[in-house]
C-alpha cells in the first residue's frame, strides 16, 4: 500500500526553528510537496521537491532524500501565524497526491 | 486567494439523497481534483479531470462522479449519500504540467444526517 509518516503534533517555541519529517512509500514518486492548512481553511502550497536537496522560500525550506524516502519542512523564526497543520504529499507513478495524515504546530509565545 | 471558488460553503443532506458540488478553477489551470478531508485527516484523493475527461481515480466507489466543462470548472455528484460521506470536500486546480502544485478553493462542508 501507499503511506506518509509524519508526526501528529509538533510544539515550538514563537521566534524557535521546527522541523517536521515525512517518510513515503508509494508506487512511483514524482515528486514531494508541502501543504499549510489553518484550522477551517484550505490547504495551501507550501514547497515542492523533485530533486534530492534543499530548497528555500523565505522563513521556509524543504529538504528530500530520496534514497531513503525522506523528506522534512523547516521552519525558522516561528510567528504565531505558523500555527497550523502541515501536510506532505507525494505524486505517484498516476501522477496522482497522496498526502500525509498531517502534523499539527503549537507555537507557543 | 487562489482563485478557486467553490459552492456551496455549506451543505445539510439526509441519507440516501444526491447532491453536487462546483468547482471553478484558477485562471489558466485545465486540471481540477477532487479530494475529501475528514476532520483531522489529511485530504483523500477522490479524482482528477483533465481535457473533461477523467485523469486519474482515488478508493472512492462509482456513486462519486464528476464532470468537467470546457471552461475548466467542474462538479463533484454524489449519489445515494451516506452518513460517513460528512466531510469537507476540496478542489484543487493546476496545470498539468506542474500537478504537484495545486490551488485549493475554501472548500464545501457537507453534513449528511
Known amino acids: 500500500g501507499q503511506s506518509l509518516e509524519q508526526p501528529s503534533e509538533v510544539t515550538a517555541v514563537e521566534g524557535a526553528i521546527v522541523q517536521i519529517n515525512c517518510t513515503y512509500q508509494?508506487?512511483?514518486?514524482?515528486?514531494l510537496s508541502w501543504y499549510q492548512q489553518h484550522d477551517g481553511g484550505a490547504p495551501t502550497f507550501l514547497s515542492y521537491?523533485?530533486l534530492d536537496g534543499l530548497e528555500e522560500t523565505g522563513r521556509f525550506s524543504s529538504f528530500l532524500s530520496r534514497s531513503d524516502s525522506y523528506g522534512y519542512l523547516l521552519l525558522q523564526e516561528l510567528q504565531m501565524k505558523d500555527s497550523a497543520s502541515y501536510f506532505c504529499?507525494?505524486?505517484?507513478?498516476?501522477?496522482?497526491?497522496?498526502w500525509g495524515a498531517g502534523t499539527k504546530l503549537i507555537i507557543k509565545p | 486567494e487562489t482563485g478557486v471558488t467553490q459552492s456551496p460553503t455549506h451543505l445539510i443532506k439526509t441519507r440516501g439523497q444526491q447532491v453536487t458540488l462546483r468547482c471553478s478553477s484558477q485562471?489558466?489551470?485545465?486540471?481540477v481534483s477532487w479530494y475529501q478531508q475528514a476532520l483531522g485527516q489529511g485530504p483523500q484523493f477522490i479524482f482528477q479531470?483533465?481535457?473533461?475527461?477523467?485523469?486519474g481515480r482515488g478508493n472512492f466507489p462509482p456513486r462519486f462522479s464528476g464532470l468537467q466543462f470546457p471552461n475548466y470548472s467542474s462538479e463533484l455528484n454524489v449519489n445515494a449519500l451516506e452518513l460517513d460521506d460528512s466531510a469537507l470536500y476540496l478542489c484543487?486546480?493546476?496545470?498539468?504540467?506542474?500537478?504537484?502544485?495545486?490551488?485549493f478553493g475554501a472548500g464545501t462542508r457537507l453534513s449528511v444526517l
Open positions: 484543487a486546480s493546476s496545470t498539468q504540467q506542474a500537478k504537484n502544485i495545486q490551488y
Open positions: 485562471s489558466g489551470h485545465n486540471t
Open positions: 479531470y483533465y481535457r473533461e475527461e477523467e485523469n
Open positions: 508509494t508506487s512511483g514518486f514524482y515528486g
Open positions: 521537491n523533485g
Open positions: 504529499a507525494v505524486q505517484d507513478s498516476n501522477y496522482q497526491l497522496i
